[in-house]
């Protein structure tokens, strides 16, 4: 396992932690009879479904986490690539897919933890993400995110060092 698989996995692990502590269900993605999608050499599919503790189905949400050390740079290769962006391919199966990236150097002012609907997001506009805990409709607490960003620090830290 390479570095950033491990940063992803570790980031996959923090996003649950964020939906547990924010007493969500969490329950790994796996649809009987549909397939994921190929992009490029690798499969893709969500990694999780979240729902309320007891609630019924009004705030669920399907959520893919990925890791990248820049997320605007990350946005901006995607907004190029067209058709054959992620977010496109992902749309066409999952159009309720929320994405959390998660970056350990996240640009000044905004968190480890954002967010991108993209049921909120028409094709050839501009990504655009929200702080995790600013998305309202998901009522995750800024204290949850700010405790689970010093973790993430942490955590990347010591894998980063020699």
Request: with cysteine.
């Amino acid at each position: 396992m390479d570095l950033m698989e491990a940063k992803n996995r570790v980031a996959e692990a923090l996003v649950e932690s964020i939906f547990r502590r924010a007493r969500y269900e969490v329950v790994p993605y796996r649809r009987e009879g549909t397939a994921g999608l190929r992009v490029g050499r690798e499969d893709f599919s969500p990694d999780f479904h979240v729902r309320p503790a007891g609630a019924s189905g009004d705030r669920d949400f399907l959520i893919e986490v990925r890791y990248h050390p820049s997320i605007d740079q990350f946005l901006s290769v995607e907004e190029q690539r067209g058709e054959r962006s992620l977010f496109q391919m992902a749309r066409r199966q999952w159009p309720d897919l929320h994405f959390v990236l998660v970056s350990d150097r996240p640009e000044s002012g905004r968190s480890c933890f954002q967010a991108f609907a993209l049921s909120a997001w028409a094709p050839g506009a501009r990504c655009r993400t929200t702080d995790l805990a600013r998305v309202e409709e998901m009522g995750i607490f800024p204290h949850n995110v700010t405790d689970h960003e010093q973790l993430i620090r942490r955590i990347f830290a010591l894998l980063s060092s020699p």
